[in-house]
Each structure stands twice: as C-alpha cells, then as structure tokens.
C-alpha cells in the first residue's frame, strides 16, 4: 500500500492534523490486511511513525527522488523479508509533481 499525497495548509500545520491522518492511515491499512506501507515524502515527518528508506529493504522509488525520501513502513514483521525491485504506482500517479 502507498500513502497517497497528503498535505495539511501551512496555517494548520504544527497543530497534530497530519500526525493523526497517518496514524489512522496506518490503522486503516493493517485492518484491511495489507503488510507494509511506502511513501514518498519528508525525512523530518514519517521516520516517527516508523518509516525508513525503502532502499533498506532493497525495494527502489518508481521516481527520480533522493532514497532517504521514499520510505516504507512493516506494519507485519519481516513482511518485506525477500522483496526487492521497483514499486510500481497505478497510472493516476504519473502526473503528480
């Protein structure tokens, strides 16, 4: 699973918004069953929740970002344990920028 983009406006931010909306991302995405979760984004906000480069894993961003950017989380353990090559996103991701 991969968290799409979020973003919180610049006058809400710092409030716990975006802490809260992975929080229950996360808790929505292991109750559905998936076993790990990646995302591209800030190094000073996901490693909190427990993200790290996905480049650990041997696991590669399907986009031209520095590695320590695209992260990925085990909500199972040891559920990336053999995995590795590039993410693929659906074609809707293409066009994000």
Known sequence: MALAPMAVKPQY???GIGSRLVTEGLKVCKDLGYKHVFV???LDFYPRFGFIPAKTFGIES????P???FMALELEHRSLDGLTGK???PKAFDTVS
């Open 13 to 15: 931010q710092r409030q």
């Open 40 to 42: 591209l984004g800030h």
């Open 62 to 65: 399907p986009f031209p970002v």
């Open 67 to 69: 590695d320590e950017v």
């Open 87 to 89: 993410i693929k996103y």
